[in-house]
C-alpha cells in the first residue's frame, strides 16, 4: 500500500513534562500505531524506524512517542522502572490523541520493549476505549503487576528471545493474562538486532493486521 506520508516532529503534554514525538500521518491510513520508549539509546532509536518504515508500508500511520525526556534519560536512568508513571504518561498521549481531528477516528496499537512494557499494560488496562491492539517486543511485562496483567481486556502479543534475562519472570506474567494472547519465540537474544526485526516486524504487522481492522474508533472522553 503506498502512502504519501506526512512527517511532523511534536511535543505532547504530560503533566509537567513535554513529550518528543515523531508522527508519520496520511489521510487514508488503515489505522494509527504508537511506539512508546523508555529509554532514549541509539538501538531503540535504530528500532523505531525500522518498524515505523514497515508499518508506514502496510498502510499504517505511526507515532514515535519518548516516556522520558533527554534530561531524564541522562540524570535519572532508574525512571525508565518507574511504570506507574510511564504509563500516566501514555495515557496523556492518548488524551492528545483524542483531541486531534485527522487522528481521533482511527484505531490505536501500541508497540513497546523493555520496561516500557510494563507500563503499556498499566495504562491499556484502563484504556480499553483508547486503544485495541498490543505489541510487546522482549518486554518486562511483569513490571505492570498482577492487578493490570488480569485487567488487560485487549489482545497482546509477547516477542521474547529464547535466553532473554527475566524470561522467567515475564512468563510467570504472561500466564495472569486472562485476554487473547499470544507468546512469540524469538531464537536470537538481541531484540534490537536487524536480523531479530527481521523476523518480528512481519509478526507485528500481522498481529496489527488482524486486530485493527475491524476495531470501532476510540471513544473520546470528557475534558
Known amino acids: 500500500m503506498s502512502l504519501t506520508l506526512r512527517h511532523t516532529t511534536l511535543s505532547l503534554p504530560a503533566g509537567p513534562v513535554w513529550l518528543a514525538a515523531r508522527l508519520a500521518h496520511a489521510p487514508d491510513v488503515r489505522a494509527l500505531v504508537i511506539l512508546a520508549r523508555s529509554t532514549l539509546d541509539d538501538d531503540q532509536s535504530a ?25 531524564e534519560d541522562e540524570r535519572d536512568p532508574d525512571l525508565r522502572y518507574n511504570t506507574p508513571l510511564l504509563a500516566t504518561r501514555i495515557e496523556a498521549a492518548l488524551a492528545w490523541l483524542d483531541h486531534q481531528p485527522p487522528l481521533h477516528d482511527l484505531a490505536r496499537g501500541l508497540v513497546t520493549g523493555g520496561t516500557a512494557s510494563g507500563a503499556a499494560i498499566r495504562a491499556a488496562s484502563r484504556s480499553t476505549d483508547r486503544l485495541h491492539a498490543l505489541f510487546c517486543i522482549g518486554g518486562r511485562i511483569d513490571l505492570a503487576g498482577a492487578g493490570p496483567l488480569r485487567a488487560l481486556a485487549l489482545p497482546l502479543c509477547v516477542a521474547v528471545g529464547q535466553h532473554a534475562p527475566g524470561r522467567a519472570m515475564m512468563h510467570q506474567a504472561y500466564s495472569l ?24 516486524i512481519p509478526v507485528l504487522v500481522r498481529w496489527f493486521d488482524h486486530h485493527l481492522a475491524n476495531a470501532a474508533p476510540p471513544t473520546e472522553k470528557a475534558g
Open 47 to 71: 528500532s523505531e524506524t525500522a518498524i515505523c518504515h514497515a508499518l508506514n508500508q502496510a498502510g499504517y500511520a505511526t507515532l514515535g512517542l519518548d516516556l522520558v525526556t533527554p534530561h
Open 177 to 200: 493474562i486472562r485476554t487473547e494472547a499470544a507468546w512469540q519465540e524469538i531464537d536470537d537474544t538481541g531484540l534490537s538486532a536487524p536480523a531479530t526485526l527481521a523476523r518480528i
